[in-house]
């Protein structure tokens, strides 16, 4: 069985400060990792996506997440945020049998 | 561009009656999808298609029902609501190959009372 844990429903950070929201997951196979940002009143968009290759991947907007498989994450990052920044970021996981599982989110503020 | 259409956007129903959420998409996806959001939960998978006359159950699946007669509808289907089914919905798709992009409809927000 898949999961994923997202530590943190809130996080708070002053413009221009590093954004680190974490996501661990767990699965009995090779996962697929993925980061979905919503802005308030839509749907999910896709940020990110780890797929075997790469293990740091970069995204829209200037995000990025490194897949360590030894600690079971995929924590997304930022170097500097952005007022436009704020909005809800899912971490999901999956593993090739079309069943993708989201964290419970996270929702980003940033202070100006 | 479209995308992923879902009507209606907000539905207010009394416990026991009936409804269908509407689901289209034009990108000629076979995979497509529907989650429910509540808050502090994420999103939940209910059913999912991988292309038409196939369906199978999500994590949540009680309570709903689900075809997929074409490509491009996957309507959801409350036959007796109840307060508990009050969430948003989300329809998503996803192209050919698995890739993990779903893209997803602006969400349904319904209110069983």
């Known amino acids: 069985a898949q999961s994923v844990t997202q530590l943190g429903s809130h996080v708070s950070v002053s413009e221009g400060a590093l954004v680190l929201l974490r996501c661990n997951y767990s699965?009995?196979?090779?996962?697929?990792l993925f980061w979905y940002v919503q802005y308030p009143n839509q749907g999910l968009q896709l940020l990110l996506k780890y797929t075997s290759a790469a293990t740091l991947v970069k995204g829209i907007n200037g995000f990025e997440a490194e897949f360590k498989k030894s600690e079971t994450s995929f924590h997304l990052t930022k170097p500097s945020a952005h007022m436009s920044d704020a909005a809800e970021y899912f971490c999901a996981v999956g593993s090739g049998t079309y069943k993708y599982i989201f964290g419970t989110g996270t929702r980003l503020k940033v202070l100006a | 561009n479209a995308g992923v259409t879902q009507t209606p956007k907000f539905q207010v129903l009394k416990t026991g009656q009936s409804m269908t959420l509407q689901c289209a998409q034009d990108m000629n996806h076979e995979y497509m999808s529907w989650y429910r959001q509540d808050p502090g939960m994420g999103l939940r998978l209910i059913h999912y298609s991988v292309g038409a006359g196939i369906t199978d159950q999500g994590e949540v699946p009680n309570g709903y029902n689900v075809s997929r007669s074409t490509t491009e509808d996957f309507p959801l289907r409350l036959l007796s609501a109840a307060p508990s089914q009050t969430s948003v919905y989300f329809c998503a798709s996803m192209g050919q190959g698995n890739t993990g992009e779903l893209f997803f409809g602006e969400g349904s927000r319904l209110t069983v009372l």
């Open positions: 699965s009995s196979v090779p996962p697929y």
